[in-house]
């Protein structure tokens, strides 16, 4: 570690050597702000260079690829540069869903479609695995991250979409662990959007997480169920 550390500052100082005075004030002021940046304004004022050559120099270290301009979308209409060796914080970019600056709205949709259909075909998912699958479908060109399902899923269940719920480990829930956090689709075709409720939509049937076991003789059966003859009393 010290001997990249040593060779950092040794690139750093032959960098340097090869500026005018003027340049090498601005690189190195750029280049300790890191994946922060500085906007054009602060260089001038921590600087006291005149504009000129503040401009020229700017354009000077970019041409050597020193420097680039990069979007704050916290004030897109300031320039806005770091050092080329770093990639900007998400404070500077926004995160995982801008491009360039601005909120990636279809690739947020593609992937609330994609979450929504996968959670419909295996009726109750995890968030772990609506991102394993969306990792090895190969739907997206780039690989999602965890926090990127997350907010998805959440969104989902503030959209009223899904719904957040917990295992019984009965029926539907039968591959996930007792009291795992899971989801399940709210409409019945797994399309977003409104849509018009079924038959089954009013009965407790449909949302029962152990339909699947219920039987007219069994334990579990719509004769011995309290919730199915509260609906029939109604």
């Known amino acids: 570690q010290s001997s990249t550390l040593k060779r950092k500052r040794q690139d750093l100082a032959s960098v340097s050597e090869s ?4 340049e090498r004030v601005l690189y190195n002021l750029i280049h300790n702000k890191k994946d922060m940046g500085i906007w054009t304004g602060d260089m001038k004022r921590e600087t ?30 300031r320039k806005h540069y770091m050092a080329a060796e770093f990639e900007p914080s998400k404070e500077i970019t926004g995160g995982d869903w801008y491009t360039q600056g601005s909120l990636d709205t279809e690739f947020i949709n593609l992937v609330k479609d994609v979450c929504l259909k996968y959670i419909f075909r295996q009726k109750v998912a995890t968030r772990d695995g609506v991102l394993e699958w969306s990792r090895k479908s190969g739907v997206f060109t780039v690989e999602v991250t965890t926090q990127q399902i997350d907010e998805i899923l959440r969104a989902l269940v503030l959209d009223d ?17 007792v009291g795992r956090i899971c989801y399940r689709c709210k409409s019945k075709s797994g399309n ?40 029939l009393d109604f």
Do not use: H
Not at 61 to 73: G, T
Not at 193 to 216: L, Y
């Open 19 to 22: 500026l005018t005075d003027g």
């Open 48 to 77: 006291n260079l005149p504009d000129s050559i503040v401009k020229k120099s700017l354009k000077l270290l970019q041409s050597k690829n020193l420097i680039k301009e990069v979007v704050n979308i916290q004030n897109k209409g």
């Open 161 to 177: 979409e899904i719904l957040e719920v917990k295992s019984t480990g009965f029926g539907d829930f039968s591959s996930v662990p």
């Open 192 to 231: 977003r959007g409104e849509q018009k409720p079924g038959a089954m939509a009013s009965i407790p049937c449909g949302v029962c997480p152990r339909i699947n076991s219920c039987t007219p003789d069994g334990i579990i059966s719509p004769r011995t169920c309290v919730y199915f003859q509260k609906w």
